[in-house]
């Protein structure tokens, strides 16, 4: 398609005034931006942003939770020419200052006076940002750099007024192979990298993926992953190009809530969320024992239908008939917290167990796990509606060739792939091998063409006995149980593998006042015999399904969750292992005590 983002933009102000380019919640309320006026919207702050001097190829930086004035800034700066730099709102000063610095933009969005506050600690380091945008601020401001979103779309209602065709021009006058953005991996180790996509890389992307999906204007998005993650942006251009309605939640905290308010027919989401999800139902089911009968009831026959569903093999009348009823008294109930109006679920960013994309299709809901990175923008293979496999990550898409080297490393050739790493020439030279992106992840092929992601070639871990085990398959097991919120394996070079684990705190409170346990504190209830009894049973049966060089041999529990804002977990939710290795090496030392294994 020879098109870039911003042609898609320009033609979409035609859509009929009944369709919503956006809904957010405002004073107890959801309102809604129609596609002319959101278009308009872009106009004035594109036009403005060109007063303030941003050219073609200069960068804009976003620092933002998601919210849709992000999504604004983002087209607004796309359609000028700019260069999107996302910014995660969690990253520190330090890192704040490291992105800023490698992509030298001219102007700076900010959320709020809490984010400007990170990077007012920074600022006298980054000289070359000019203007500074504050988009949710009211008042007056006693700096030069400083501006409000008010006073942005004040001026670019003056520009709009003096040329009413400039913005259209500039919309149509990019090209597929120009930068658009620098996305900044968030990465388990090392300095991020500035990940460079044109605009023919993020259209390759959502044409291929949306008409695979077969997502239209009727369709409406419930989004609240950040939009300095690939995926979340994928969510976010798609509707562009195919017209659905992005509702922006209020926050990760309110999702439950803005889930049964928005009622979206599409949930785009990173795999814990659906673990959070799934380990909500079985702790409210195991509070009482005829909850549990029933329940595990519902699941066999939902699992029966799903298998025949899977095969597109006929079901007998008793069986539908069985499953009416599961779903009248369970999956309904699910689905209903869900908003009750999903066709399915799509899940990117990290592997998915397959014991739960099984058991919500059980349930009724369909989630779908593709695959991809930052490099590639975001999914080059993908499960859809009409042809999934369950513990795969999909089939390729559109133009991708995937070859698996040797060592097992899945490669990929595409216009997905990226341009390069920005400023960096050496490593963008060490991930192409014949014309061919080195993802780093281990994988294979079925013979049905679906791709299985095993783990990452650099978390593999070795034991000292030789045996190569893959940590993400033991910490995906032990994440099943409904008590554990995260894992850590460790057990490279040493005589067998072990575990830290930590609690999810509202399951265990849960657990503790169903059985009427009294502690002072949480960490108290995490130490005390009747938690370490209950984890010890969900590693040994982790264990069950493990060759016994897999198996882990001891395990501690931590009396906190990891967090993002410790440093413990990247933007997507996935754990730093060297931060936490190194962070808890005394407790790992202790695991590896003189025959001190306890499972």
Not at 70 to 81: E, H, P
Not at 532 to 539: C, D, K, S
Request: charged share 25%; hydrophobic share 40%.
């Amino acid at each position: 398609m020879d098109i870039t983002i911003t042609d898609m933009l320009f033609t979409a102000k035609d859509r009929p005034p009944h369709l919503a380019a956006t809904k957010s919640k405002s004073k107890g309320e959801w309102t809604g931006l129609g596609w002319n006026e959101f278009y308009h919207y872009c106009e004035k702050i594109g036009l403005a942003l060109k007063f303030l001097g941003v050219k073609k190829g200069d960068r804009v930086a976003v620092l933002s939770n998601t919210r849709v004035e992000w999504q604004l800034a983002d087209l607004s700066t796309l359609a000028i020419g700019g260069v999107t730099v996302p910014i995660y709102q969690s990253n520190t000063p330090d890192e704040i200052l490291y992105v800023l610095n490698d992509s030298k933009p001219k102007v700076l969005f900010c959320e709020d006076k809490i984010l400007y506050g990170k990077f007012k600690a920074i600022a006298e380091k980054c000289p070359f940002i000019e203007k500074v945008i504050l988009m949710t601020e009211n008042g007056e401001l006693n700096n030069d750099k400083l501006m409000l979103w008010t006073e942005l779309l004040t001026l670019g209602q003056r520009e709009v007024e003096q040329n009413s065709n400039a913005f259209a021009q500039l919309c149509g006058s990019n090209d597929l192979d120009q930068m658009a953005t620098i996305i900044y991996t968030s990465g388990t180790t090392g300095n991020p990298k500035g990940v460079v996509l044109a605009h023919r890389q993020i259209v390759s992307e959502i044409v291929e993926l949306f008409d695979l999906l077969s997502v239209d204007s009727r369709d409406c998005t419930l989004t609240f992953l950040p939009f300095a993650h690939v995926v979340g942006r994928i969510e976010m251009w798609g509707s562009i190009y195919k017209g659905y309605t992005v509702a922006y939640a209020e926050s990760i905290d309110r999702i439950k809530r803005n889930l049964e308010e928005v009622k979206p027919t599409l949930l785009i989401a990173v795999p814990r969320i659906f673990e959070k999800i799934y380990n909500g139902i079985l702790s409210q089911v195991q509070t009482n024992k005829l909850k549990q009968n029933m329940f595990a009831w519902a699941i066999r026959v939902g699992a029966e239908i799903s298998r025949h569903k899977l095969n597109r093999e006929s079901t007998s009348l008793v069986k539908l008939l069985e499953y009416k009823l599961a779903k009248v008294l369970v999956f309904d109930t699910i689905n209903q917290k869900l908003g009750g109006r999903l066709r399915f679920a799509f899940s990117g960013g990290a592997p998915l167990s397959k014991s739960i994309g099984e058991f919500f299709h059980a349930a009724g809901l369909l989630i779908l796990e593709g695959y991809g990175l930052t490099e590639t923008t975001a999914a080059v293979t993908v499960n859809t509606p009409l042809h999934y496999r369950f513990g795969t990550v999909g089939t390729a898409i559109g133009d991708v060739d995937i070859k698996i080297a040797d060592d097992g490393e899945v490669l990929i050739k595409s216009d997905k792939v990226m341009k390069e790493y920005y400023n960096n020439p050496e490593a963008t030279k060490e991930v192409f091998l014949g014309g061919y992106f080195a993802t780093g992840d281990i994988g294979e092929i079925n013979d049905e063409g679906f791709l299985r992601i095993t783990d990452r070639k650099k978390d593999l871990i070795k034991t000292a006995g030789g045996k190569y085990v893959a940590p993400q398959k033991l910490e995906g097991l032990l994440k099943l149980n409904p008590y554990i919120s995260n894992v850590l394996i460790h057990g490279d070079q040493r005589k067998y593998v072990v575990a830290l684990v930590t609690l999810d705190e509202a399951s265990v409170q849960k657990y503790a006042q169903t059985n009427q346990l009294s502690f002072s504190s949480f960490e108290d209830l995490a130490k005390s015999d009747p938690i370490r009894n209950l984890i010890h049973e969900a590693v040994k049966e982790a264990n069950g399904q493990l060759a016994s060089y897999e198996t882990i041999k001891n395990f501690e529990i931590l009396p906190h969750d990891f967090t993002i804002e410790s440093g413990e977990l990247t933007p997507s939710l996935k754990v730093k292992r060297k931060v936490c290795d190194k962070k808890y090496s005394e407790q790992i030392d202790r695991l590896y005590g003189t025959d001190n294994s306890t499972l």
